[in-house]
């Protein structure tokens, strides 16, 4: 990929707005540098080259998070890219066990795309982990078993290298703690 598709640069300005107010975890930094990591942990750790897969990375919090919805992403971007997105959204209105039921669900039975986008999230949140308290940093490595146990369902090949990758990291990080 020798220049930047001006899809993504579109999705970072679109990411950058719909993200405009929110802060990490950590109290500090700026919620949209999150979806940032997500796509370069996609493009230079996983090696994901499809202008696609990586606008579904910089937009996978937007439906889940703001005021976004899948038509806004659809009509911005496409069904594909849309469909993965809400993909990668959580049903805020169900209550927490039967939202992350569903979610696993929906995960173990996602093509690659969204397999990939949801490891490199993985990959970034265990990351930034560190800046959390012991509980909720505890509750980070939880959740993030139970979505590597449903992304490694059928685990399409596209997404194998990158789920080793995450899983790795996953790994080295609980062991570290």
């Known amino acids: 990929m020798t220049e930047f598709p001006p899809s993504l640069l579109d999705a970072v300005a679109f990411a950058t707005r719909a993200h405009r107010h929110q802060i990490r975890k950590d109290g500090q930094t700026p919620y949209v540098s999150h979806v940032f990591r997500v796509c370069l942990i996609a493009r230079h750790l996983f090696g994901i080259e499809d202008p696609q897969v990586l606008t579904a990375a910089v937009l996978h919090d937007t ?51 969204v397999r990939v986008c949801k490891l490199a999230d993985l990959y970034d949140n265990l990351t930034d982990s ?44 609980l062991a570290a703690r």
């Open 63 to 113: 439906i889940e998070d703001t005021t976004t919805d899948f038509d806004d992403i659809e009509e911005r971007f496409g069904r594909e890219v849309a469909e993965w997105v809400s993909a990668l959204s959580k049903e805020k209105r169900l209550p927490d066990d039967e939202r992350e039921t569903a979610y696993c669900k929906v995960l173990s039975q996602s093509p690659w795309q």
């Open 130 to 173: 560190k800046h959390l308290t012991p509980e909720k940093r505890k509750r980070t490595f939880e959740r993030s078993q139970r979505y590597f146990d449903a992304l490694r369902v059928n685990l399409p090949e596209p997404a194998r290298p990158s789920f080793e990758i995450a899983w790795a990291h996953h790994s080295r990080l």
